[in-house]
């Protein structure tokens, strides 16, 4: 059977560098296998699902590269869940309840204050059906429970090893809540049941999910898919990302911090497991590399330093071709190849590009910090046309005719000619600020 796995997240917020890294592990994986991937959404929270996540949601993963086989929500799937829910009930597999929150919360109080496991402790199952009949006719409404088995759970987790529950150490979940609207754990292996999904790939606060989902596929009659659990990232600074989801979502990567998906992708791939963390050149660079084997325990940290490195390297890496469409979605469609040549090893993010250009052909206040220095060098700027051994020639005559060098010599230079005190190699800027500019900045003239 062809491998198809599936990312599921809820509309009810953007996708962040949590969500993107489990779905970036389905994808690589399925992606070596040979095999599909399956966007589904999981918005039978209709109250906080909203069209505009579920929208913001298909463009982040579109411009990540996760590109999908196939999509379906769970809101088009109502009547399939009340269809199972029934053939449960059928084999007394569901049986209702009547417990509001405030009970259940006092059951687990006084279970927990007698050391005792806070798992539903079936007294639904001891009311007859007249008594059921009874509350139904007075207008009371049950939510409905599965029952589980009392027999162990066992699973090999392709991430976790070897992984087993107690089933009577379980809690029967909830399928359908008093106002009918089924409930994820339910609707999620409904889901995965009859859209076959053969691996379920995601973090490891799903693992006693998973041991009581196990029992609703069996109920099912449908084969259980193989498990990977993988350990949820946190952030290398401490923070808890629950408290950063703005800054590290998908779109505060991509907008605030301008960084490239691919940077995102290689960092998610290799963070928290045994390879290097470094640039990939492709994502099929990092389908290749995919192993669970390589995956480990810990919590992987997520760290923006890495991020931002891993970012350089892929700009350091990108040819103009690749850069082109950019520069033009940009308005930059003067910036030819000699320009981004020059200047793309410097820089660490894509826009950066723009304030390049500006410097070489838009106006700007030159910073005259050694007026000595920049007047010498003002006499002595050779005549145009230049090259890239220009800059060579007029600086090593400078240096020995002010007995300047190093720092003192060049950063002076520097900033009188873009105003900045980093920046490309000034070998390259030199010739693209071109003479009359060049001339008019060492005159200490906004030109
Ligand atoms: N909507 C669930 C979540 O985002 C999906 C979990 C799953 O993969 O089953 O946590």
Known sequence: MSTLVRIAPSPTGFLHVGNVRTALMNWLFTRKQGGKF?????????????????????????????????FAKQSDRFARYKEVLEQFKAVGRAYPCFENQEELALKRKSQLSRGLPPIYNRDALKLTKDEIDAKIAAGQKPHWRFKLNDTPVVWDDLVQGHKSFAGSALSDPVLVREDGVPLYTFCSVVDDADMKITHVIRGEDHVANTAVQIQIWEAMNAPVPTFAHLPLI??????????????????????????????????????GTSDAIEAADSMDELVN??????????PPKFDTKDLMRINARIIHHMSYAQAAPRLAGMGLTAVDEKFWNAVHQNMTQFNEIKNWWL??????????????????????????????TTWGTWTKALGTATGKSGKALFMPLRLALTGQEHGPEMKMMLPLIGEARAKARLAGQTA
């Open 359 to 388: 410097i070489a052909n838009e106006k700007l206040a030159p910073k005259i910090e050694d007026a000595e220095l920049i007047k010498h060098a003002a006499a002595t700027l050779p005549a145009a046309p230049w090259d890239d």
């Open 234 to 271: 946190t952030l290398a600074s401490g923070e808890e990302l629950s408290k950063r989801l703005g800054s590290m979502s998908v779109a505060g990567l991509r907008d605030e911090m301008g960084v490239e998906p691919l940077a995102i992708a290689s960092l998610l791939a290799k963070t």
């Open 289 to 298: 590399s995919f192993d669970f084997k390589k995956i480990g325990r810990s």
């Open 38 to 70: 399956m966007l589904r959404l999981d918005d039978t929270d209709m109250e906080r699902s909203t069209q505009a996540f579920a929208d913001a949601i298909e463009r982040d993963f579109k411009w990540l590269g996760l590109s999908w086989d196939m």
